[in-house]
């Protein structure tokens, strides 16, 4: 059965602190994971890792896939309160373009 | 460019009622998809569409069905609604199945 599972499922950290959210995979037919972060409502999309681009960065945010490993981190670096949300993995299967969810790591930033 | 838009975002239905959920796209998008999402679970796939007409099953279909005449629209129907189906469905779609998906505001459905 494939599944994503995400670590920890909650964090509380201090603005200004760094976070790294882990991600862990095992499917039969991988084509690429994917990070988004979901605040009050919709899930948002941050990035997209596959076997051709293992590192992705935005601003702060930064993700690295470890294919050896089957699984991948988000990092936060200098975390502000508007970084507080869950924050989701995904991986999307090769075979039928379906994706597979973590549970999500709910992050809170404190002041 | 509204994106991905839902409609009821709320509704209370009585067990065994029916319903229909509405999700339109306005971004010429290929692939959609409902989910439902549960605490502590994630996002759940229902049925996805790969064009206008197709439907497929996902991971938790039961109770459930849908359609996609247009290819703007993807209807996801209650036939007799339970309460184990309370839960929050987001319907989203994307141009090529890649799962970059923009996903829609979501509808929060209680079941008593």
């Known amino acids: 059965e494939d599944k994503v599972v995400q670590s920890p499922l909650s964090l509380v950290v201090h603005e200004g602190d760094t976070v790294t959210l882990n991600c862990s995979y095992e499917?039969?037919?991988?084509?690429?994971l994917l990070w988004y972060k979901q605040e009050k409502k919709a899930p948002t999309f941050l990035f997209m890792l596959?076997?051709s681009g293992i590192e992705k960065k935005s601003g702060r945010l930064s993700s690295i896939l470890d294919k050896k490993e089957l699984s991948s981190i988000l990092n936060i670096t200098a975390t502000q309160t508007g970084d507080s949300a869950i924050y989701l993995c995904?991986?999307?299967?090769?075979?039928?373009?379906?994706?597979?969810w973590g549970a999500g790591t709910k992050l809170i930033i404190k002041p | 460019n509204a994106g991905v838009t839902q409609t009821p975002k709320f509704r209370v239905l009585k067990t065994g009622q029916s319903m229909t959920l509405l999700c339109a796209q306005d971004?010429?998008?290929?692939?959609m998809y409902w989910y439902r999402q549960d605490p502590g679970m994630g996002l759940r796939l229902i049925h996805y569409?790969?064009?206008?007409?197709?439907?497929a099953k996902g991971e938790v279909p039961d109770g459930y069905n849908v359609s996609r005449l247009k290819k703007q629209n993807f209807l996801l129907g209650l036939e007799s609604a339970a309460p184990s189906q309370t839960s929050v469905y987001f319907c989203?779609?994307?141009?090529?199945?890649?799962?970059?998906?923009?996903f829609g505001s979501g509808t929060r459905l209680t079941v008593v």
């Open positions: 596959t076997s």
């Open positions: 971004m010429n998008h290929e692939y």
């Open positions: 499917v039969t037919n991988f084509r690429s």
């Open positions: 995904a991986v999307c299967l090769g075979s039928n373009y379906q994706l597979i």
């Open positions: 989203a779609s994307s141009l090529d199945g890649s799962g970059r998906d923009t």
């Open positions: 569409s790969v064009g206008e007409g197709t439907t």
